[in-house]
Each structure stands twice: as structure tokens, then as C-alpha cells.
């Protein structure tokens, strides 16, 4: 055979060669890999290729580092983030959820009527957030609903979203609201939707609950609301974690409704979306008065012997149920 011959031969038997070592690797990349069963894996922001292999080997994703370099090489960027990885996924499925960025979607839920200083304490307790927040938002500032977020993003990040979704909500709220409300400002209808918010929880509530702090405002009444008492005495910081009594309604603080007439400077929690609305487009009535009626709702009146009477009838019930203080009318 001819030298010619020779290398030809030789080149094709490299060739054949090659492209068995191609086509072995491209069934291992889409064979099924280790994993017997999902696991969660961080890729920390800034990992190279081989840092990314070796935190998949470590974890049993895969079993060959270098043949996941190899084949990362051919895919495009892989982005960092929390992946959920399920049992017996292939080296090609993980390149491509890398290369997507489908990472894990996590979750934090605002509740309606938390202070901005218990919303900052729930966001310090989510381990997958990361950094601080330098200061306490102004109560009413934060919308409560669900967000949506990724492993490292920053709470202040979050708190952001919270603010911008309070702005927009309270934008279109404020443009759909009814004439002639006794106040003329959406930080005024904020402190009154605050102070519904943490008045009652039953959503059918919300608008008699308006109504009646209305009717209160247009007679030059005080609102003589419990929340803003708490308020006032734990410097809105959380609950109060006690009754409230008699000498507490003599604490001297503009946001203690019982010593000033009219809304306080501003709200004292952060109030949901259906408080907001009630606010706005309050229930119209003649009640002046509510009172606890022992089943978890409240019960109105419209002048004050028949709210004395709700109280007795409370107060009742405080006694059977050996708990509470003093009832004030509210």
C-alpha cells in the first residue's frame, strides 16, 4: 500500500473514530443521569463552567464534570440561580433549564394590616433574600399581596416592588373613588383604609366599618378607634400583646384617636387592596357606633343608649368567657 493510500486510511479510521467519540457523547449527554431523586441546587452568581460541574457532581446530578463542560461549550451562557432538578434528569436537560434560567420561583406573603416594621421583620427571616433593608418604610407604603421571587434577590429589591405596587393601587383607587368624602388626599384615604384594615377582618365588614368612621368625620366626632391607641403605645412596632384600658385611651399621641378629632397623621398599618376600596366607596348608613359582638363581627348603632346597650351585651360575654377589659365606645 502506497503512503498516500496509507494516510487516507489512517485519516479515515481517526475520522470514524471522532465521530464515534461525538455520537457516545451526545447519548451520554441525553441519557438519563444520576439523580435519584429531585434535589435543589444553588449556582452561585459568577460561577465559571467547572465551578457549576463540580456543584452539580457534589450534589449528584450529574456524573461526569468534564462531559457537562463539553457539552455546555456548544449550548450558549448558563445563568446562575436556584434549580429544582428532577430525579434522572439529563445532562442536556439541565443545560437547557441553565440556559432558560427556569429556576426556582419562591414566594413571600404580605398579610393585610402589618406595620412596615413587621413586614421588615418577616423579609429578614426569608433566608433565600438577600442584604438589608437601611430603613423602615412609612407605614401605608407597602401593598400586602403574594410576590414572586428568586434565590438572591435583595429584600430591598423587594420592598421596592411593594412600594410601586402600593403607588399604582392606590393611583387607580384614588381616580375611581366616591365625591364628597370627608378627606382630600390618598395618604388621608390610606390612613382611614389602615385603620378599617385593622378594625375588622371580615371582609363584609369593610364598608359598614367605613361608613361609620365617615359618618364620624363629617360630625366632627371623634373616631375613637382602638387600633390607633395601639398604635400610638408600641410606636406601631407590633401588637400590644394586652388588653387595652382606660388610662391607655388617655395616652397623649396624635394617633390616638380618643384625644384627637378627626384622622391621625398618617396610617398605621399597611392595608389591603378590599380596605382600600372600602375607604373609598364606604358603605352609606347612619351608624355611629360598633361594638365586638362576640362571634368575631361587630354590631352598629346609631345613637349612643343602643351602642351602650351592644356594650353591655360584649361585656357579657368578656365575663363568661373569663378574659378582656374594659370596652370603650367606639
Given at each position: 500500500?502506497?503512503?498516500?493510500?496509507?494516510?487516507?486510511?489512517?485519516?479515515?479510521?481517526?475520522?470514524?473514530?471522532?465521530?464515534?467519540?461525538?455520537?457516545?457523547?451526545?447519548?451520554?449527554?441525553?441519557?438519563?443521569?444520576?439523580?435519584?431523586?429531585?434535589?435543589?441546587?444553588?449556582?452561585?452568581?459568577?460561577?465559571?463552567?467547572?465551578?457549576?460541574?463540580?456543584?452539580?457532581?457534589?450534589?449528584?446530578?450529574?456524573?461526569?464534570?468534564?462531559?457537562?463542560?463539553?457539552?455546555?461549550?456548544?449550548?450558549?451562557?448558563?445563568?446562575?440561580?436556584?434549580?429544582?432538578?428532577?430525579?434522572?434528569?439529563?445532562?442536556?436537560?439541565?443545560?437547557?433549564?441553565?440556559?432558560?434560567?427556569?429556576?426556582?420561583?419562591?414566594?413571600?406573603?404580605?398579610?393585610?394590616?402589618?406595620?412596615?416594621?413587621?413586614?421588615?421583620?418577616?423579609?429578614?427571616?426569608?433566608?433565600?433574600?438577600s442584604g438589608e433593608v437601611k430603613a423602615v418604610p412609612k407605614n401605608g407604603s407597602l401593598l400586602p399581596e403574594t410576590y414572586h421571587y428568586s434565590y438572591g434577590d435583595t429584600r430591598a429589591g423587594l420592598i421596592d416592588r411593594m412600594q410601586h405596587a402600593m403607588d399604582q393601587a392606590m393611583a387607580e383607587a384614588w381616580k375611581a373613588r366616591d365625591q364628597n368624602l370627608p378627606f382630600d388626599t390618598p395618604?388621608?384615604?390610606?390612613?382611614?383604609?389602615?385603620?378599617?384594615?385593622?378594625?375588622?377582618?371580615?371582609?363584609?365588614?369593610?364598608?359598614?366599618?367605613?361608613?361609620?368612621?365617615?359618618?364620624?368625620?363629617?360630625?366632627?366626632?371623634?373616631?375613637?378607634?382602638?387600633?390607633?391607641?395601639?398604635?400610638?403605645?408600641?410606636?406601631?412596632?407590633?401588637?400590644?400583646?394586652?388588653?387595652?384600658?382606660?388610662?391607655?385611651?388617655?395616652?397623649?399621641?396624635?394617633?390616638?384617636?380618643?384625644?384627637?378629632?378627626?384622622?391621625?397623621?398618617?396610617?398605621?398599618?399597611?392595608?389591603?387592596?378590599?380596605?382600600?376600596?372600602?375607604?373609598?366607596?364606604?358603605?352609606?348608613?347612619?351608624?355611629?357606633?360598633?361594638?365586638?359582638?362576640?362571634?368575631?363581627?361587630?354590631?352598629?348603632?346609631?345613637?349612643?343608649?343602643?351602642?351602650?346597650?351592644?356594650?353591655?351585651?360584649?361585656?357579657?360575654?368578656?365575663?363568661?368567657?373569663?378574659?378582656?377589659?374594659?370596652?370603650?365606645?367606639?
Amino acid at each position: 500500500m502506497g503512503w498516500g493510500l496509507r494516510i487516507a486510511a489512517t485519516g479515515l479510521v481517526a475520522l470514524t473514530a471522532a465521530g464515534g467519540i461525538v455520537f457516545w457523547g451526545a447519548l451520554r449527554v441525553m441519557a438519563p443521569g444520576p439523580l435519584d431523586h429531585a434535589e435543589t441546587v444553588v449556582i452561585p452568581r459568577g460561577s465559571g463552567l467547572e465551578a457549576i460541574a463540580l456543584t452539580l457532581d457534589d450534589a449528584g446530578v450529574i456524573d461526569s464534570p468534564l462531559l457537562f463542560v463539553a457539552g455546555a461549550k456548544f449550548t450558549g451562557p448558563l445563568k446562575a440561580g436556584e434549580y429544582a432538578f428532577p430525579a434522572g434528569i439529563s445532562i442536556d436537560g439541565i443545560l437547557e433549564m441553565m440556559r432558560q434560567g427556569h429556576t426556582v420561583v419562591r414566594r413571600f406573603t404580605v398579610p393585610e394590616g402589618l406595620t412596615s416594621a413587621q413586614v421588615l421583620a418577616l423579609l429578614e427571616k426569608e433566608p433565600a433574600l438577600s442584604g438589608e433593608v437601611k430603613a423602615v418604610p412609612k407605614n401605608g407604603s407597602l401593598l400586602p399581596e403574594t410576590y414572586h421571587y428568586s434565590y438572591g434577590d435583595t429584600r430591598a429589591g423587594l420592598i421596592d416592588r411593594m412600594q410601586h405596587a402600593m403607588d399604582q393601587a392606590m393611583a387607580e383607587a384614588w381616580k375611581a373613588r366616591d365625591q364628597n368624602l370627608p378627606f382630600d388626599t390618598p395618604q388621608q384615604a390610606l390612613t382611614l383604609a389602615s385603620i378599617v384594615e385593622k378594625e375588622t377582618g371580615i371582609p363584609a365588614e369593610r364598608g359598614k366599618v367605613a361608613g361609620v368612621f365617615v359618618n364620624r368625620l363629617q360630625a366632627d366626632m371623634k373616631l375613637q378607634s382602638d387600633p390607633t391607641v395601639i398604635f400610638a403605645l408600641t410606636d406601631g412596632n407590633g401588637e400590644l400583646g394586652r388588653a387595652l384600658t382606660r388610662n391607655d385611651w388617655k395616652f397623649e399621641s396624635p394617633y390616638n384617636t380618643y384625644q384627637v378629632t378627626g384622622l391621625p397623621p398618617g396610617p398605621i398599618a399597611n392595608p389591603g387592596r378590599a380596605s382600600i376600596q372600602a375607604a373609598l366607596h364606604p358603605e352609606r348608613h347612619e351608624f355611629l357606633y360598633f361594638v365586638a359582638d362576640g362571634g368575631g363581627g361587630h354590631v352598629f348603632a346609631k345613637t349612643l343608649p343602643d351602642h351602650n346597650k351592644n356594650v353591655a351585651k360584649w361585656r357579657d360575654v368578656q365575663r363568661r368567657q373569663n378574659g378582656g377589659g374594659d370596652t370603650p365606645p367606639e
